[in-house]
């Protein structure tokens, strides 16, 4: 089967989320400003590939490497960073970091293991790049240790090479994009169902090189829960698992790779479980006044044998932001679907259950197979959720702090969590800004013990300074997250701007454990270095 990538005539930001064509105008962009006392009067320019300045490559690769690699500035511009605040204001300002020497597509496994080779002999650090949708500096490169970098580019190895239908199993190239993954599977009528918010500009390999979280909010929802068996190309050989059903065979090789971000191996196929594709949908939205009685009646459908696809609490100022409520009451995004039996029951039971916390019924999407998911609350939600990068960007043009961040704490923790997020954040913001932020919170993810609280700020930025005063509202972020041991990141990744929280977090033999790994896989510290270990 050949790779069905769809052809585009779009382009990609260099600089920012998405398609250079789905960003806001500058009439949107001061428009949004407006709303956020602090701002600036216009939008900041974006700067063109020519006012980088990026000079000449410090290596070249031997002919039998070069239709493998590319030295276009555009080409190795749009691989410098990923797609976070603090990368877009950089790039914003002219200042996106080290530039690659080269970037590289390889077709196949040989040829990464030929590129990883002739790196390793050169010192070359080789960073690997999926969709480029990393929003934690996890395919960038800081410092200097190394003579040059290489971005090693997957998304050429884009197909999916063998489905088994009667497993409903596939095993896919980790370069394919998440459109085009779902396009190969469809006329075997099946899914993998994993849609992250990144979904359109991000890979199978980078999902699973960061234990990508995807659709469903309770029940089966991290990448980890789909692999079946893994292909990695590390400097030290090739490693390739066994494909099982499940296995007691001693530590399991799969976990050694998942969410190691390219600093053990790059990762190349995986088998994947899938699943039929849903025919039978329900949806609806739920209104609470009381913000933790809503938390009360997540936790009860969490801890409840209904799984719920979508289960997603909005603030209130969340549900403002999303245009999902506009009385100030937090909303809950109900959805639930099946292959083969309707789900109107379980929707209902839901709502009946949801209302015994006070929630008020705000109305209702898809029911068993009719497609009327663009309705109401619902609606709003979905269009806001995968909007919300663009918007993001425009308000960074207007000088604004506008970001998330996401964590995962056991029930006990989560109200205290949130509102010591809120309070602390906000009162930093205030103290660096002279101006209010907006702190909202949503839980993306629930589970029988624990949730997954998603946050977004919103503040004033300082004029060029904008990359710094987040580092600072993140690090007072971080703390209070060690503070109620909460993880610092349940599915954005650790990447280079979590290495501080995720140092604190991980037990010290296991750092020990990982460096040796690291030592054995990738003894010349070429793959992804800062990130995981040093």
């Known amino acids: 089967m050949t790779g069905t990538t769809r052809p585009t005539s779009r382009t990609r930001s260099w600089w920012g989320w998405g398609w250079m064509d789905a960003h806001p105008d500058d009439a949107e962009c001061t428009a949004m400003g407006a709303l956020l006392p602090g701002t600036l009067d216009r939008p900041l320019p974006v700067p063109g590939i020519r006012d980088l300045g990026i000079g000449a490559p410090a290596v070249g690769v031997p002919w039998t490497l070069g239709h ?51 790196a390793g002999g050169r010192q070359v650090a080789v960073v690997p790049y999926g969709g480029g949708s990393s ?51 469809r006329p075997h009528g099946l899914t993998l169902r994993h849609f992250p918010q990144s979904f359109e500009f991000s890979t199978l390999g980078g999902w699973l090189a960061t234990r990508a979280g995807g659709h469903y909010a309770t029940g089966r929802t991290h990448i980890d829960d789909f692999v079946q068996s ?19 065979a001693g530590p399991s090789p799969d976990r050694l790779f998942l969410g190691s971000e390219g ?22 939205a739920v209104a609470f006044t009381d913000f933790d009685a809503a938390l009360r009646a997540v936790r009860a459908l969490a801890q409840s044998d209904l799984s719920p696809a979508n289960c ?4 209130g100022g969340e549900a403002a932001l999303s245009g999902a409520s506009h009385d100030g009451s937090a909303v809950l995004v109900l959805g639930f679907e099946s292959a083969d039996e309707p789900v109107a029951a379980r929707l209902e039971r839901a709502v009946g259950l949801a209302r015994g916390y006070g929630g008020r019924l705000g109305g209702s999407g898809a029911t068993d197979g009719e497609d009327r998911s663009g309705d109401g609350a619902v609606g ?51 103290k660096a800004t002279g101006h209010a932020a907006t702190v909202n919170c949503r839980l993306t993810h629930v589970y029988p013990d624990g949730a997954a609280p998603y946050f ?74 800062g990130v995981l270990v040093d």
């Open 135 to 185: 929003v934690t500096g996890g395919i960038e490169y800081r410092g200097d240790a190394h003579r040059a970098v290489l971005s090693l580019d997957l998304t050429a190895m884009d197909r999916v090479l063998e489905v088994d239908t009667a497993g409903r199993a596939a095993r896919i190239q980790a370069g394919t994009l998440g459109p085009s993954l779902e396009d190969q599977l």
């Open 312 to 315: 997603r609490l909005l603030d």
């Open 380 to 430: 709003a939600w979905r269009s806001a959720f995968l909007r919300m990068p663009y918007l993001r960007d425009g308000l960074v043009r207007m000088g604004a702090v506008a970001e998330t961040f996401e964590t995962a704490a056991t029930w006990d923790r989560i109200p205290a969590l949130i509102t010591d997020i809120r309070t602390e954040v906000g009162a930093a913001a205030l």
């Open 68 to 118: 493998l690699v590319s030295a276009d500035p555009a080409d190795r511009a749009a691989h410098a960073m990923g797609k976070a605040y603090r990368d877009v204001v950089r790039a914003l300002h002219g200042r996106p970091g080290r530039i690659p020497d080269l970037v590289a597509r390889p077709v196949t496994d040989r040829d990464v293991a030929d590129l990883l080779d002739w």
């Open 230 to 248: 893994m292909t990695v190309v590390t400097p030290a050989g090739t490693s390739t698992s066994w494909r099982l059903p499940a296995s007691g």
């Open 456 to 529: 977004t700020v919103l503040a004033a930025g300082r004029p060029g300074d904008g990359a710094a005063l987040w580092d600072d509202l993140k690090a007072v972020a971080n703390e209070v997250l060690h503070r109620h041991r909460a993880t610092i990141t349940h599915h954005h990744a650790v990447g280079r701007d979590h290495r501080p929280g995720y140092d604190r977090q991980r037990p010290e033999p296991f750092a020990l454990a990982l460096r040796a790994v690291k030592s054995a896989l990738d003894p010349y510290g070429i793959l992804n270095p």
């Open 263 to 284: 600093a053990l191996g790059v990762i190349t196929e995986a088998w994947v479980r899938l699943q039929e594709r849903p025919r039978h949908k329900a949806s609806a």
